[in-house]
């Protein structure tokens, strides 16, 4: 039987999966790895991957599809870009790949874009031709889907929406450089540093936070009533409504995923992100639908897999 | 021999062209029009069509599409929207065409993504397949192109790139009822508002103006050194380089195109547009091309008739 193999390469290991061909999910593993750039390091990963698939009575002649999942850009052609966040050797992992699964083909996608592939194959967007994934998590990243296909863009950078300018008055700058982008205030890591500094000019302590990007705690302070992080949350949605308004002028998706870890929230804060949303967009797509990504951490799994059977 | 028809329908007249299906342009006429709205008025239309074709040696049944571009919103179907500006009944048009040219498959296009078609076509697009066109004429009008199609949005407002937000602190309203619309800075009508204002400020009076949208003369006091036609084109080009750069990071596309009336001082502020697009954009995304539209006023005349194949 025909199978696809999804992998979503993090910083200190990969998870991957067994798929059908029709996106079910078989079985999956984690695999440790320190960094993915030598023979030695790529045999634990092809080593891991053949005995998954014997979990499910499956050899590697059975693979037609290896999709890895990076968190980089990746182009319209396929390409890899600089990678900051991890220590991979890319075209290294294909070639050691494409020797272990000889009939299979490869594909690599950018994370938040294969978040957005698995919802289209698997999840809450099914049957939905253009929509776009918002993966809030550390930073805000997103997945521009138009005719049922990722837009990778020219230079790797489709689908940045964290990127989109909220506020062209800030000061602090983003990591891209810029200032304002809407990662600074809808991230993890935004949605903490508005709630610390909300609860400075309130003049009351922070409730306790396990590190920079502890979105559970304040989600917990707003559901008991904090003031601060009723404010963080508010700036928080203000900030996305606005920016997915600006989508919608030029793409006018018919729906709108939130995914990512801040969408373990999503009940508490969608009234008010859908409220500012219509607050900002042009009259004629205020009925767009803002939903929850359905298949959690597994999302860019699932869509790599989808994105190799794809090429 | 095959042909198609492309038809821009503007207020007072439409504008019909015969092409080839390669989209070699044949011949073109302009057709006196007061309102679509019955048998008699259409009947001035098809009329008029079969004439035209009759001036290339053909009938009515080698008409193999029929495309018509509107000032008004058409969705991902097909559908027409609100249509404001003209008086035209368009499933009656429809009709009437259909009857006329019983082989013709047809098409209705909103006129920017029109205008982004027929360069794709047969224009500076050729052969790209992922680009944006700004149409700026009295309004800022856009056609996205994702994948070698254009992206008309699930309520018809894709590529209404004039109403991306530029100012988030303007007070004066758009046409849309929003606030801070690129339309109102980097339009036709928004470039003579914003030159006025600045002749008010250095105390200085305006170059003679022929009406509310005369940007020629704007370019021409440029060309002549006026400082206060050189803050307009410069608030120009800052907020449409700013409006790319926030497209840039949702689409990443290979290209922009300046199309539209204003187009015809392109080679005047070229170089102040891509410095400011650089100034804003993400740095993977600098080396995008900025360049004019090469088709003019028959643009979208020449992507009806695409749209129309394509169907």
């Given at each position: ?32 790895t320190?960094?993915l750039?030598?023979?030695v ?68 996608v ?28 550390t ?39 810029r ?11 935004g ?9 400075k000019?309130l ?70 992100l ?14 767009v ?18 994105q190799?059977?794809?090429?």
């Open positions: 039987m025909d199978k696809v193999l999804g992998i979503d390469i993090g910083g200190t290991s990969i998870k991957a999966g067994v798929f059908s061909t029709e996106g079910e999910l078989q079985t999956a593993t984690r695999i440790p320190r960094e750039v030598n023979e390091s790529f045999a634990v990963v092809t080593e891991g991957l053949v005995n998954l698939l014997a979990r499910v009575d499956a050899t590697p002649d059975d693979v037609v599809g290896v999709g890895l999942d990076i968190p980089g850009p990746v182009d319209d052609d396929g390409r890899v870009g600089m990678l900051p966040n991890i220590d991979l050797n890319p075209e290294g992992l294909q070639r050691a790949l494409k020797r272990a699964f000889p009939r299979a083909k490869l594909a690599f950018n994370d938040a874009n294969a978040a957005a592939l698995g919802e289209l194959w698997h999840g809450t967007a099914k049957d939905v031709s253009n929509f776009v994934l918002v993966a809030i998590g930073g805000v990243g997103g997945g521009v889907v138009v005719d049922g296909k990722v837009v990778s863009g020219a230079f790797g950078a489709g689908g940045e929406i964290g990127h989109i300018t909220v506020n062209r008055n800030e000061e602090r700058s983003c990591g891209c450089g200032h304002g982008c809407l990662e600074q205030y809808a991230s993890a890591s949605i903490v540093r508005v709630y610390k500094e909300e609860c000019k003049g009351v302590a922070p409730v306790s936070l396990e590190g920079p990007t502890d979105t559970l705690s304040v989600f917990n302070a707003l559901e008991a009533g904090d003031e601060a992080a009723k404010a963080a949350i508010s700036c928080m949605c203000d900030c996305l409504g606005y920016a997915l308004a600006q989508i919608s002028v030029i793409l006018d998706p018919q729906m709108y995923l939130i995914g990512g870890g801040v969408s373990g929230g999503f009940k508490l804060f969608a009234e008010k859908r409220a500012s949303y219509r607050k900002y967009c042009l009259a004629s797509s205020a009925m639908r803002i939903l929850p990504a359905s298949l959690g951490n597994d999302a860019a799994m699932y869509g790599s897999a989808f190799a059977m794809q090429n």
